[in-house]
């Protein structure tokens, strides 16, 4: 991982996320790069952060179709999880 991308990793753990998003919606204008694919798994974890579940997963699966080790595949799964296990039928009885 980059400098930059290490600094946005910084910014999302000190909750600063929207310095973070402006800072990886540069890096997304750039040129694709080595690092696309763990900006991508940044912004999925921003938006997991924010509670945008379907945001999370897009961001995973594209960090994971650019590179199929990302620790995305481990945070896509555990989303997974999470929404299989949560029955939304239980709150509307």
Avoid: H
């Amino acid at each position: 991982m980059d400098n930059k991308l290490k600094e946005i990793s910084l910014l999302i753990r000190e909750g600063d996320l929207p310095n973070a998003i402006e800072q990886l919606n540069r890096v997304f204008a750039s040129p694709s790069g080595p690092d696309t694919a763990e900006a991508y798994y940044l912004m999925g974890n921003i938006c997991r952060k924010q509670g945008d579940w379907q945001g999370a997963l897009n961001n995973y699966q594209e960090a994971i179709a650019l590179d199929a080790e990302s620790p995305a595949t481990e945070a896509r799964k555990m989303i997974m999880d999470i929404l299989e296990f949560y029955n939304k039928d239980m709150f509307n009885q």
